[in-house]
């Protein structure tokens, strides 16, 4: 059965750094998503891309996150400077369907560790 | 705001049914879910149901929506151990394309 894969499974970094944390959404899905999720609290969006362009975005997506396809597979979350508030489990989930679609298929989450 | 509010922790007997309950706020909601984490894992999808339906069984699972007082619930009978996880009530608005509100998930805990 097709998977959401996310690579790493665990990045520590250190305060300020840039990370890229990756994302393979299943293949012939159109709709790719992060959700982040902070110990404790509750699973929160992020940011939606359909057609090489963010759709939608929550009010935590700000300047210092981006999202990219550089190519055909991937699908890319960077964060510029990493803040200690960005340590979290992140999850990348990926749809055939947008607004009509029921599904997001969910990675198994990165989880990042900000020191 | 869109709000999504459920119960931190069950615990069951082997056997029993399990009921989860979950509470939304925002009356356009059209898709209703409930998934599943287990630890390490990604969230599983276990089931759906629209809006317009008032109940969805699928094999062990019966999900129950009451719209009027905005309230869902995931019941599993014959609770088993592998059912221990954290389930997660989400909901999403038909007209938003992508954003699932999720609520704080309830762990779920088997006793034998």
């Known amino acids: 059965e097709p998977e959401v894969t996310q690579t790493p499974s665990h990045q520590v970094t250190q305060m300020g750094q840039e990370v890229i944390l990756r994302c393979v959404p299943i293949?012939?899905?159109?709709?790719f998503y992060w959700y982040r999720q902070i110990l404790g609290q509750k699973v929160e969006f992020l940011v939606s891309?359909?057609?090489?362009?963010?759709?939608?975005k929550s009010e935590i997506f700000d300047d210092q996150f981006s999202v990219e396809r550089p190519d055909g597979s991937n699908f890319t979350l960077k964060i510029r400077s990493t803040k200690l508030e960005d340590s979290a489990m992140y999850f990348c989930?990926?749809?055939?369907?947008?607004?009509?679609?029921?599904?997001?298929?969910f990675g198994p989450g990165t989880r990042l560790t900000v020191t | 705001g869109e709000d999504v509010e459920q119960s931190l922790f069950l615990s069951v007997r082997e056997g029993d049914s399990s009921v989860i309950n979950c509470t939304y706020t925002?009356?356009?909601?059209?898709?209703l879910y409930w998934y599943k984490q287990e630890p390490g894992a990604g969230l599983q999808l276990l089931t759906y149901i629209f809006s317009n339906m008032d109940m969805k069984q699928d094999q062990r699972l019966t999900v129950l929506l009451n719209k009027k007082d905005k309230h869902l619930s995931l019941r599993i009978a014959d609770t088993q151990t592998g059912d221990s996880a954290i389930y997660f009530c989400a909901v999403k608005r038909y007209s938003s394309a992508s954003k699932i509100i999720f609520g704080s998930g309830t762990r779920l805990s088997i006793r034998p």
């Open positions: 925002d009356s356009s909601s059209t898709y």
């Open positions: 891309f359909y057609n090489n362009e963010i759709s939608e």
């Open positions: 989930a990926s749809s055939d369907v947008g607004g009509e679609g029921y599904e997001q298929y």
């Open positions: 293949s012939n899905h159109l709709y």
